[in-house]
């Protein structure tokens, strides 16, 4: 059985007519299991390969193997399908007509799987959306399945107009998760974040193909180990209380401001998505009406909830005090997760403005990243601004743009932007 | 008025609403509220600590209890908005942090003894403790004072005055018959007490625990127009006539106190830097455990009162607690507490307070006078 645990990292004490709260979260999830073995449900998986016409000789084979390595990490009885997209989606695997569209994983549908993904063949075009909508009817079609995650593939830009991709993530958000993954350099992180932001997925970017297979094997690894199905952070803020945002920001910075949804008149709740042993932050911000020095209460309860049940609970309060030692104090945790989502956006707006073609624009928001990024302590940050940009004073944040950069260094860069580091204690 | 919990563990009977303290009427639904609401409370399901002759309030942790909090089987509604307090001490509505049982409660076994114990304004927790009995014309005060900064001393004071109160309870001890041998008995009862006071604040913490919880204690025996007393730390007791010049009858063990007898002045000596350093001390880490005690003879009208420094910083002086008691203008020594704490809280509340009274000397009308000391390092 899953145990949760809940912490809260904050700096309580509100000056003299103070109205903000701001207060990390950790949620420490234990005891997972493994997805679709826990009782409270089937899990369904499915690998979703692009066989467009720009999937080259090389990356083709490499998105097949990766697929079949996929396969082996899938828990058996877990159901799983198959779909290949171009500018049609297809049910590659299992062969079927009309019923159920995912069967349970064993020896003898893992064998007919990996052959199927072998005869697949490239061609066509890339209309996303209707990868996303068919995963959503193959799920449908087994109801019993309660946990649902998909894989996909992709190399290269969607061939639709925004809004019809956009209504396709509409239509499979909250109903199933997916990782995404972009082969080469021809996709858009944009695009993709999208799909993954939305369906509580990761995004990265996989330069050469032969790493492909072992990424997918990570991936499905993490996905299997993922026990509980579904869980969602809850927000209690008290009557006349507004809630300024609602991120998570460890292990990636996900605002999850404007996902709530009410439990009731003070509790919103905000999805998570599936758990494995692991551990997450949540930067949770309230604008409270200011009391009198002296008086305390409560600003926020933050749960983690599976179903109706609250498995873990932190108190987030606030203390008026016109003590300025204790209220001027920043939580080191508040202090550096903030830096961290900054730096997301200083990377993302930075390869923004370069993309756009505005060079002033680009260096001064890459600047200020590299300068985020020694402050946090992100070195992942760093090393990847250092292959787009030539620093000259990593404190001051002064850098030039390089004259030549890799396309897969930049879109590294912007996937990974949203990747933060913890405090180090 | 037969005992007096937190103001905010009384509600009304009907409707449910905060009671003021003393009230006759709900402000809410408007109806009566007898003297029996004010019991309901009481019914927690723990035992109480004292007998049926000597009722205390029922807010108040018992040694070795869990945290007040856990004891209150359903809370009060919000003193705020009126809505649900959720068991996490926050209104489910508003957020308003319903008070801690333990940050602030009085105790009056009878009308003519009384206490209040409170946080004050500086501490974010009470760890002043305070226990109280009376038995017929006898009555026993104890205060102890947590030391900040050691793990749970909030727990472990409290405990402490209820061991020591619990050893103190039965009538004394009269020896041999020979004032001698009956000093010797009640000295050694004393000792008996810190003793017990010192076991209790150290099983409050498991063994390894690297700063083990500390408090003072004092404690006042009223038997037959003699006060019998007892001190380790920097509590007191005060005997304070009605008319003429009042006693503090203990002595701190405190970095002032040693000033004071190398010939610094009281008032410079308490102001001092390492004023309040203790010497002495009940814990797990104390050297040395055994009281100074002491006994003087009621002479006259007065009160006898047992206080902690969170009370005397403001008014260390005899003549400076007689004009606060005259002051609070009432013979309740419930509301004479009451002023006294407000009084420390309006003069700047840096620490706990606590503040035990009790009425002696009803009958006689010569001022007080030391009559004789016992035991240990006394002073009358």
Known sequence: MAEFTATVFQNEFLPDGGTDVHAIVTVDCSGAGTAGQTGSGAAGEIVIIDTSGSMGQSAMAAAKQAAQAALTEIVDGTYFAVISGNGAAFLAYPLVNSGPAMVPMNEATRAEATDAISRLRSGGGTEISTWLDMAGVLFTSVPQVVQRHAILLTDGENNEPAPVLDEAIARATGFYQCDCRGVGVDWKVEEIRRIAQALLGTVDIIARPE??????????????????????????????????????????????????????DLTGGYPTGAWSDESRDYHVAVRLAAKAVGQEQLAARVQLAIGDEVKAQ???????????????????????????????????????????GNEELATTKLGRAVQLAKETGNEEATSKLRKVVDVEDEEAGTVRLKKTVEKADEMALDTASTKTTRVRQ | MTETPAASAQTCPHCGALL????????????????????????????????????????????????????????????????????????????????????????????????????????????????????????????CDGVSNTVDSHIGSMNAAHAVLDVLRPPLPRGLGVPESRDA??????????????????????????????????????????????????????????????????VDDSMAQLLILGGTPRAEAEASKQAHSITKWLGKDSVEIVPRVGQVRVTGPGWLLACSDGLWNYASEPAAIQEQIAAAGSDDPLVIARHLVAFANASGGQDNIAAALARVGKNADAAPAPVAAHGGETDG
């Open chain 2, 20 to 143: 003021e303290t003393d009230a006759k009427f709900c402000e809410a639904c408007g109806k009566a509220v007898g003297a029996e609401t004010a019991a309901a409370p009481a019914a927690t399901g723990e035992p109480s600590p004292l007998d049926d002759v000597s009722p205390i309030s029922a807010v108040t942790a018992r040694p070795g209890t869990a945290a007040p909090e856990a004891a209150a089987g359903s809370r009060a509604p919000c003193l705020q908005c009126g809505g649900a307090v959720d068991d996490d001490g926050y209104c489910t509505q508003c957020g308003t942090k319903a008070p801690d049982p333990r940050d602030h409660f009085e105790e009056q076994p009878a009308p003519w003894v009384g206490g209040v114990c409170d946080r004050g304004i500086r501490h974010h927790r009470n760890e002043d403790a305070m226990a109280m009995a009376v038995d017929g014309p006898r009555v026993v005060l104890v205060v």
């Open chain 1, 314 to 356: 932190g108190l987030v309060k606030a203390k008026w005090s016109d003590d300025s030692e204790l209220t001027t104090r920043i939580d080191q945790q508040v202090a550096h997760y903030t830096g961290q989502t900054e730096l997301a956006l200083a990377i993302q707006e930075g390869l923004a403005a370069k993309a756009a």
């Open chain 1, 211 to 264: 790493t492909m297979a072992a990424d997918f094997q990570a991936m499905m690894q993490t996905a299997m180990a993922r026990g509980v199905a579904n869980a969602e952070l809850r927000v209690w803020t008290p009557q006349g209380a507004q809630i300024l945002f609602v991120r998570q920001v460890s292990p990636t910075v996900e605002d999850l401001t404007h996902r709530r949804t009410a439990v009731n």
């Open chain 2, 185 to 250: 008995a009640i000295t050694r009862l004393f000792t008996d007490a810190a003793a017990a006071g010192q076991r209790a604040i150290a099983a409050t913490v498991p063994e390894d625990v690297p700063n083990p919880p500390s408090c003072t204690l004092v404690a006042a025996v009223l038997d037959d127009d003699v006060v019998h007393f007892c001190g380790i730390g920097d509590s007191r007791i005060y005997l304070l006539p009605d008319a003429g010049d009042g006693q503090m009858l203990t």
